[in-house]
């Protein structure tokens, strides 16, 4: 069973709210003001969430620098719309649906283009009955899956326009807006569009599905790959691909465009006049920029060999529409990686003629001191949750001559948004000595898992199995012992299977302690005093670098840190605010600054700890240990650089120090992994990019 901690102070959910007129200040004031002249306000100044034109107008959506330029101009879809009304979706809401504007969000486009395969599928994320007639008022709702719930996001439909057209995503109908209004909404749950800049689309997939996603490279699939990416289609799976190897965005000699995400849609063996040939179908989230190879739509002879009523049945079109086919070696030589998002049976439609997984999800805590063991080699693993497997029902696949049972299990680390990833997360899977008995400390004793998925620095973890049937023992874990954290855990299986928590013997309370498992609770303020320097040092609700400097010397004074507060400078703020804010504007909003604050306090435990000799200083023979306790790792070669970077003249590192070091190191070492989707260990990036992070950083 999961244990709660009591001691912990997770970031706070109250109702102090900060606007985002407020958040982008008099640049955001002006842009409202051009917009919406003479529209009343409140008695306190704030401007009311309906226009002059009685329309609703979302004032908390994170407009964004880039957005405030006087070319961009936001209107409603009834000015842009001549010669017919708007509509929200014509004819049913497709693929074809889905244009790249002048935003670098393809991976959002492609996991939207996938959805839109499953109209069950996107109506949960577009609820129907939404129009610009019936009920009109200026807004829409769409519904996306955040750790476990579905959260509705209303907005406006005031929308980025450049010279009468959408400066972003578009549908091919010009007087149809569903596409660009739930890009819209996706951008405002992100933190505006600045923050789809560059993505991955299993991140997309499980935001609007509540799916399981896995990324895998085209090399580790079998031998008959035809085979293994029809069973996940029947499955109901999401699938896109992408080429990672060159220049974003840049084609490669047959048409496929490097970095970029594709839709893997249909997987079809062909009739031709000299034979069946297996083809796969993609889809160009851009709405153009084809294939140019063999099976090309203009380019590829072979078609002449299809007969017209087989060309009808795949529904192919001789037109640059972004859809084309391929065949599965040039898919292999062409396409790298394949990220797929797994469906389970609470996300299908009922009659559907895919088989999806069964899934069961538990919500769990690596609670320090007593639930977070760490990794099998430092002794305490069996403190770390269990969770029961029972496997009972086979594989109903023929074609797999093996007695086993096949299942997913995906781990996935309950982070604030805005916060990226804290923890190194891994999975195990274990024979049980016994059913409904979970695994003592020497039953671990020489017992290898018979399943492992090793910890790595991601949001979420995948482990695939097939195993015999009986009964088994899941343990999710970290790094290091001792790390606090929450996490959801899913597992997919075939009907009949069954997972369920252990009731963990020789179960801790936090109170018994006589030091608490937290020490930033006598080194920072209570939740409800923080929130009260907010509200002192941050004006309007927004919080600025030198706010944030003046408001941590102030918290440092009242604590056992008290004196440490004099190695604080400016510099540690700005690097602070800069890495935290998702919108590019050096500014944080109460909901970025908690989540800041939540890694102050994560960060603050881990120093305390490492100061041994309390000289709230650490020496710099304790940073390495530091930097490991907080799940990272650092070579020689790194902390030669830490050494010589991050110390005082006499080698040690000052409180306000390690907080700027953790949050660099952090930050950049989140950058490479988002970068590195296939866990190659190195990325290629452009100039442009590489500028961008290491200025910004």
């Not at 040939?277 to 294939?291: D, F, K, M, S």
């Not at 996935?412 to 024979?431: A, E, F, P």
């Not at 120093?607 to 530091?626: P, T």
């Amino acid at each position: 069973m999961s244990v709660s901690s009591e001691g912990s102070i997770p970031p706070a959910e109250d109702d102090f709210e900060s606007p985002i007129d407020e958040l982008l200040g008099s640049q955001s004031r002006r842009w409202l003001s051009d917009c919406f002249a003479g529209q009343p306000s409140d008695p306190n100044g704030n401007i009311n969430t309906v226009g002059q034109d009685g329309l609703f107008v979302d004032y908390n959506f994170p407009i964004g620098q880039s957005l405030l330029s006087k070319s961009i101009e936001w209107k409603r879809p009834m000015e842009l719309c001549k010669l017919s009304p708007p509509q929200f979706i014509v004819d049913g809401a497709t693929r074809m649906d889905v244009c790249q504007g002048n935003l670098g969000d393809c991976w959002f486009l492609s996991a939207l283009a996938s959805l839109s395969m499953h109209p069950s599928l996107l109506e949960r994320v577009v609820p129907p009955g939404q129009s610009f007639q019936n009920g009109y008022d200026g807004s829409f709702y769409f519904r996306f899956w955040q750790y476990g719930k579905w959260e509705e996001v209303r907005v406006d439909d005031l929308l980025p326009t450049k010279n009468g057209q959408l400066f972003y995503l578009r549908s091919p109908v010009q007087n149809e807006f569903w596409s660009c209004l739930l890009e819209k909404a996706y951008a405002k749950l992100k933190g505006g569009y600045q923050a789809l800049e560059l993505g991955f689309p299993h991140e997309a997939m499980a935001d609007m599905t509540g799916g399981v996603t896995e990324v895998l490279t085209v090399a580790s699939f079998s031998k008959n790959l035809a085979r293994s990416l029809q069973y996940l289609l029947d499955k109901g799976a999401l699938i896109n691909c992408a080429n990672c190897q060159g220049p974003l965005e840049q084609k490669n000699e047959q048409g496929i465009l490097f970095r970029h995400a594709y839709s893997l849609t249909a997987v079809e063996k062909v009739e031709t006049s000299t034979g069946p040939v297996t083809l796969v179908r993609l889809h160009n989230p851009w709405g153009g920029t084809e294939w140019e190879g063999p099976w090309s739509d203009l380019k590829g002879p072979e078609w002449n060999t299809v007969s017209k009523d087989e060309q009808r049945r795949l529904g192919r079109v001789n037109k640059e529409d972004g859809e084309f086919w391929m065949s599965v070696s040039d898919f292999c030589k062409n396409l790298e990686v394949i990220e797929l998002c797994h469906m389970s049976d609470t996300l299908s439609k009922p009659g559907t003629t895919s088989r999806p997984w069964h899934c069961q999800m538990h919500q769990g805590n690596w609670v320090p001191n007593v639930s977070a063991g760490g990794p099998i080699n430092l002794g305490y693993f069996y403190q770390n949750p269990q969770f029961f497997l029972t496997l009972l029902e086979e594989d109903d696949d023929p074609a797999d001559p093996e007695k086993t049972c096949s299942f997913l299990v995906a781990l996935m680390q309950k982070t604030l948004r805005s916060s990226g990833l804290h923890l190194s997360i891994g999975i195990d899977v274990y024979q049980a000595r016994s059913p409904g008995t979970p695994l003592s400390p020497q039953d671990l004793i020489g017992f290898p898992p018979l399943l492992s998925m090793p910890h790595v620095m991601r949001r979420e973890v995948m482990l695939r199995g097939a195993l015999a049937p009986g009964h088994y023992v899941i343990i999710p874990y970290t790094a290091l012992p001792n790390q606090e954290g929450a996490f959801i855990l899913r597992v997919l299986t075939e009907k009949g299977n069954d997972v369920t928590p252990a009731d963990m013997p020789e179960t801790i309370n936090i109170s018994t302690f006589k030091e608490s498992p937290f020490p930033h609770l006598k080194a920072l303020p209570s939740p409800n005093s923080t929130r009260q320097l907010f509200k002192k040092h941050c004006s309007k609700g927004i919080c600025k670098p030198l706010d944030l400097y003046h408001l941590l010397k102030e918290a440092i004074e009242g604590g056992v840190l008290a004196g440490s507060e004099r190695h604080l400078v400016l510099e540690h703020c700005k690097s602070m605010v800069v890495l935290m804010d998702s919108q590019g504007l050096a500014l944080l909003d109460w909901s970025g600054f908690k989540t800041l604050w939540y890694k102050i306090q994560i960060w603050t435990d881990v120093f305390l700890r490492h100061d041994k000799n309390g000289s709230k200083q650490l020496e710099y023979v304790e940073v390495e240990s530091a930097l490991k306790s907080a799940g990272i790792h650092a070579d020689s070669f790194v902390m030669q650089f830490v050494g010589m970077r991050y110390t005082e003249p006499d080698m040690t590192i000052s409180y306000p120090g390690f907080l700027f070091l953790m949050m660099k190191l952090e930050s950049m070492i989140q950058k490479f992994h988002a970068y590195d989707m296939a866990g190659r260990g190195t990325i290629s990036i452009s100039f442009r990019e590489w500028l961008h992070l290491t200025m910004f950083n």
